[in-house]
């Protein structure tokens, strides 16, 4: 095998190794504008779940999916699927606005 062949199938496996891996998480800092350290994301179960917590609004309409919690204990509710789950100890800039608890 020649040396123009071996380093073209080496460049075509590199090239489907970083294909493979898929887009790369978007990295958010301290600074950017909205953005706050989560705690933790939970699913939501039902609209009543929805309903009875603190950061329902009577302007919703439905109830989101999954909830961003922030470790100001602000949270973020995602109306729809985000493609990278936010990470717990990472910055989220949130889509829609951030919600303080209601008691």
Same mark, same amino acid.
């Given at each position: 095998?020649?040396?123009?062949?071996?380093?073209?199938?080496?460049?075509?496996?590199?090239?489907?190794? @970083?294909?493979?891996?898929? /887009? =790369?998480?978007?990295?958010? $800092?301290?600074?950017? &504008?909205?953005?706050?350290?989560?705690?933790?994301? @939970?699913?939501?179960?039902? /609209? =009543?779940?929805?309903?009875? $917590?603190?950061?329902? &609004?009577?302007?919703?309409?439905?109830?989101p999916p999954q909830v961003v919690f922030a470790k100001d204990?602000?949270?973020?509710?995602?109306?729809?699927?985000?493609?990278?789950?936010?990470?717990?100890?990472?910055?989220?800039?949130?889509?829609?606005?951030?919600?303080?608890?209601?008691?």
């Open positions: 095998m020649k040396l123009f062949e071996k380093l073209s199938i080496l460049l075509l496996l590199i090239g489907m190794a @970083a294909c493979a891996h898929g /887009p =790369l998480r978007e990295r958010v $800092s301290s600074t950017a &504008r909205n953005a706050r350290m989560v705690e933790y994301v @939970a699913v939501v179960g039902s /609209p =009543l779940a929805w309903k009875s $917590s603190g950061y329902w &609004r009577q302007e919703d309409l439905g109830w204990r602000t949270a973020c509710p995602l109306w729809q699927i985000v493609v990278f789950e936010p990470e717990p100890d990472t910055f989220f800039i949130c889509p829609t606005q951030w919600r303080v608890n209601r008691p």
